[in-house]
Antibody
Framework: QVQLVESGGGVLRPGGSLRLSCAAS????????MSWIRQAPGKGLEWISY????????KYAESVTGRFTISRDNAKNSLYLQMSSLRAEDTGVYYC???????????WGQGTQVTVSS | EIVLTQSPATLSLSPGEGATLSCRAS??????LAWYQHKPGQAPRLLIY???NRAPGIPARFSGSGSGTDFILTISSLEPEDFAVYYC?????????FGGGTKVEIK
């Protein structure tokens, strides 16, 4: 069955950097768009980035443009999110998702917590 | 940017009652709308895609309708496990992808 397992979350200071990873299994990873979606405490869902199956196309929400970079390694069935210049408002649970672009978010990981605090 | 407005913000109902959730888009999105269910501590789950198609494994009590700017999620008879937050999502633009959510709570 489809599994998405995030890792790399943690607690860090404003201005810091962090790299999230997502290990995918149970499907042909290279066939699908992949995304990161987050939820800040007490807030709704925010789709922050997606990447096409071959990495040829990426898209970012305005809130993270220029600070976050999405990437993937199809040989390793892995998705990444490099986050830099982190702010308090980046605090939240980050979900790895199969979907994005023309595809809906039909599979989700359990999420990894990122806390940015001074 | 497309803005999705969900109403009501909270719906207080009893098990066995029906629920009607609304999602309105600021511009036409054709049928490119999905509904998700989100329970605390769990990953969200896709319920409905392309406005009216149930995702695999989703019970028949969940149905979606609408096109253009106005969409409805209907739960015909609430089961105890249906009390959760529901989000609509459009796939035309990553910006403003999700509505603000409707919380369906036990009355």
């Amino acid at each position: 069955q489809v599994q998405l397992v995030e890792s790399g979350g943690g607690v860090l200071r404003p201005g810091g950097s962090l790299r999230l990873s997502c290990a995918a299994s149970g499907f042909t990873f290279s066939d699908y768009y992949m995304s990161w979606i987050r939820q800040a405490p007490g807030k709704g869902l925010e789709w922050i980035s997606y990447i096409s199956s071959s990495s040829s196309f990426t898209k970012y929400a305005e809130s993270v443009t220029g600070r976050f970079t999405i990437s993937r390694d199809n040989a390793k069935n892995s998705l990444y999110l490099q986050m830099s210049s982190l702010r308090a408002e980046d605090t939240g649970v980050y979900y790895c998702v199969r979907g994005g672009g023309p595809d809906y978010a039909n599979y989700w990981g359990q999420g990894t917590q990122v806390t940015v605090s001074s | 940017e497309i803005v999705l407005t969900q109403s009501p913000a909270t719906l207080s109902l009893s098990p066995g009652e029906g629920a009607t959730l609304s999602c309105r888009a600021s511009q036409s999105i054709s049928i490119y709308l999905a509904w998700y269910q989100h329970k605390p501590g769990q990953a969200p789950r896709l319920l409905i895609y392309d406005a009216s198609n149930r995702a695999p494994g989703i019970p028949a009590r969940f149905s979606g309708s609408g096109s253009g700017t106005d969409f409805i999620l209907t739960i015909s008879s609430l089961e105890p496990e249906d009390f959760a937050v529901y989000y609509c999502q459009q796939r035309r633009n990553i910006r403003g992808a999700f509505g603000g959510g409707t919380k369906v709570e036990i009355k």
